[in-house]
Every structure is written in C-alpha cells, then in structure tokens.
T-cell receptor
Framework: ETGVTQTPRHLVMGMTNKKSLKCEQH?????MYWYKQSAKKPLELMFV???????ENNSVPSRFSPECPNSSHLFLHLHTLQPEDSALYLC?????????????FGPGTRLTVL | GQNIDQPTEMTATEGAIVQINCTYQ??????LFWYQQHAGEAPTFLSY??LDGLEEKGRFSSFLSRSKGYSYLLLKELQMKDSASYLC??????????WGAGTKLIIKP
C-alpha cells in the first residue's frame, strides 16, 4: 500500500466508448501525475498537476483529458481511443513539484482498447 | 538528448549477488532514483542518490558516479521475491524524472 489508489484496476473498452480513470492519494501531497507504461518501454509522463493546476502536458492527444478537482483526486477521461493506447496507466503523487521528493505510485489501470 | 541505458533482462540465483547497471545522459542532474516494480504492481521507491558513492540500505545498495553518468543497484542475498523489474530514473535540470525501460530480474532457485 503506497497511499495512492486507482480504479478500475482493469478496463476493456471499444474505440467509440467514453470511460474515466480515477486516482486518489491519501498522503497530503500537492503534486499528481499521470504516466503511461507500455511493455518494454520507459514510463511516459503524460500530465502533471500542482495544487490542482495543470503544469505539464507532454504532447498527449486530445482523446486523453485530465481533470484535477482537488489535490487528492485526479481523473483521466478517455474517448475515441485507439488500440495503440492499450497500456498500464499509472498515477503518482509527490509532496512538492520540481523537487527531489519521491513519487509514490498507484497500482495502475490496465487498459485494453479493442 | 536525454537517454537512459540499462540491461533489458538479467538472471541470478537465489542467495547470490547481482549488480544492475544504469548509464544516463540528461540535461542537468538533480539525483537519481531506483524503483522496484513487480509484475502488475506499482513501482515502489528503493533509493535516491545525489552525491557520488555507495549508499547501503539492508540487502540493497545503490552507487552513483556523476562524472561518469553511471549508477548501479546491488542486491545481496537474493530472494525469490526480488524477481521484479528495476527502474533507473535520474532527475534532470527541471526536476523531471527521466525513466529507463527497466531491467527485468529473474531469480532462479
């Protein structure tokens, strides 16, 4: 248990579906992150939020839409995804942004796009 | 550009010692993290080095040479539960983690 939870743990969706991934951290952290992890590839940083404000969008396609209503919750809204978007989506949090603080990860959502 | 190089896979025997190497090239440097990730689970923090030298933490030690752009993770008295992927991730000048693809460590009895 890292103090970061993600739901659902597994998701299968068609290319025309709309779904959302949820992340919640119970650590009192101020920075939250979305990562994509594909097999045998490095973690790809997608979005960064600091005190609910988005500070980073690493050229992520608009079919991925993040939302951060407060410092404890982070969502990733998905629509019209492609099969190549199938991957493990990891949420992480850290005490501060732009520092040497450790990032704590959730267990991830295994997404399969048919 | 920024680049991390670590072996894709390593195999070791239970009870033995294994060293996982990582070389990196980043724009600036603010330390280096090692994470452990069991299959289907979250990456978990193992170590952080910002100064040159060896830091020991139980069965795991991590070494850093900033001048060589090199780090290694040393695992002693290997146990079956150490079978996992080990991720090397330096922090660049913007304090952004630059991730390697990870080294899958297989422990055999």
């Amino acid at each position: 248990e890292t103090g970061v939870t993600q739901t659902p743990r597994h998701l299968v969706m068609g290319m025309t579906n709309k779904k959302s991934l949820k992340c919640e951290q119970h650590l009192g952290h101020n920075a939250m992150y979305w990562y994509k992890q594909s097999a045998k590839k490095p973690l790809e940083l997608m979005f960064v939020y600091n005190f609910k404000e988005q500070t980073e969008n690493n050229s992520v396609p608009s079919r991925f839409s993040p939302e951060c209503p407060n410092s404890s919750h982070l969502f990733l809204h998905l629509h019209t995804l492609q099969p190549e978007d199938s991957a493990l989506y990891l949420c992480a949090s850290s005490r501060k942004l732009a520092d040497t603080d450790t990032q704590y990860f959730g267990p991830g959502t295994r997404l399969t796009v048919l | 550009g920024q680049n991390i190089d670590q072996p894709t896979e390593m195999t070791a025997t239970e009870g033995a010692i294994v060293q996982i190497n990582c070389t990196y090239q980043t724009s600036g440097f603010n330390g280096l993290f090692w994470y452990q990730q069991h299959a289907g689970e979250a990456p978990t923090f193992l170590s952080y080095n910002v100064l040159d030298g060896l830091e020991e933490k139980g069965r795991f030690s991590s070494f850093l040479s900033r001048s060589k752009g090199y780090s290694y993770l040393l695992l002693k008295e290997l146990q079956m539960k150490d079978s996992a992927s080990y991720l090397c991730a330096p922090l660049d000048s913007n304090y952004q983690l630059i991730w390697g693809a990870g080294t899958k460590l297989i422990i055999k009895p």
